[in-house]
């Protein structure tokens, strides 16, 4: 199972409606396109705006495309801008403030998928934003465990051969193996358990000219944004041409597949839930197509000689 949603077709609803002002999502990957593992949205929060202080009964990340919000997480305020990523724990008090002008906009991640609306309820709002000040993003002070912040070419094959900045994440031990199994791609890790994510990851994807992932499948749900470039795409066998703005999901054992036609680079924000497990979290199919002509030929009858 897949669902492709272009971003002619993104529409901005109202959210948390009594609670917040000048804030709306559009819900990206839901109950509705068949995913059971995460909700994936696009927010929006205008100037002078804000959500309300608030827990949840999942875990939620997050990834500033543009502007400047603020983020109040367990008693302490950070200026966030873009390439900012975080995540917010289960349970952990936060709220959200606009920007001093313009409109900020980032992606948000939740999982385990937040109930349907007139369900049990698992998001609990506390009271209007409070009053804290705001500190400077420090990535590197042990009390911004939960945040990291991405520049733009953090991601740049011959950077990434020299070594990674003394701020940067580690990539995961699972991760490798991905890197591994590719050609022409190039990854990095944002959220995972590094930042305390227990539920889900999410990380940078770029293709080369000419980069490829064969087709295969995962025993996880995934969800692509792209934010610059183009790709094509195929899931259960459709093919797709995938530009800036577009989402695509697929779903556990969903055969996908992607191959960078273009002449540029492209480059997606992708999540994964559950996480990645530390083995056989890729099956490509080429693998056991190549076994079964193996042993199809191994029990194919041979010509006896006389």
């Not at 997480?73 to 606009?98: E, K, M, S």
């Not at 790709?231 to 800036?244: C, H, I, P, S």
Request: hydrophobic residues 35%; aromatic residues 8%; proline residues 7%.
């Amino acid at each position: 199972m897949h669902h492709v949603l272009a971003a002619k077709d993104i529409r901005f609803k109202p959210a948390y409606t009594g609670h917040s002002a000048s804030f709306s999502r559009c819900s990206l990957v839901d109950g509705a396109v068949g995913s059971v593992h995460m909700g994936v949205g696009l927010c929006s929060l205008k100037a002078g705006g804000r959500i309300d202080s608030h827990l949840h009964s999942f875990e939620e990340s997050f990834f500033v495309l543009e502007g400047t919000p603020a983020l109040i997480l367990d008693g302490r305020g950070y200026p966030l801008a873009p390439g900012a990523c975080g995540l917010i724990p289960v349970g952990v008090q936060h709220a959200w403030v606009g920007p001093a002008k313009g409109t900020a906009r980032w992606i948000d991640m939740m999982a385990p998928q937040p109930r349907a609306e007139g369900a049990e309820q698992d998001t609990y709002f506390l009271g209007p934003p409070p009053q804290v000040e705001m500190s400077e993003l420090d990535i590197r002070d042990p009390r911004s465990r939960h945040f990291f912040r991405m520049a733009d070419d953090d991601i740049v094959v011959d950077k990434l051969k020299i070594g990674a900045r003394v701020d940067a994440p580690k990539v995961s031990a699972s991760m490798n193996t991905a890197l591994l199994a590719y050609s022409g791609i190039a990854l990095k890790m944002l959220v995972d358990k590094r930042l305390d994510a227990q539920l889900h990851t999410m990380f940078m994807v770029e293709y080369q000219p000419g980069g490829v992932a064969h087709p295969h499948d995962h025993p996880m749900e995934e969800s692509y944004i792209i934010l610059d470039g183009e790709v094509e795409a195929v899931g259960d066998g459709k093919r797709y041409t995938l530009r800036k703005g577009d989402v695509f999901w697929t779903g556990v054992g969903c055969v996908h597949a992607f191959y960078n036609t273009s002449k540029q680079t492209v480059r997606w924000l992708e999540t994964q839930s559950p996480p990645l497990p530390d083995r056989h979290g890729y099956r490509f199919c080429r693998d056991w197509e190549y076994l079964k002509e193996k042993l199809s030929a191994k029990s194919s009858p041979g010509t006896r000689k006389n």
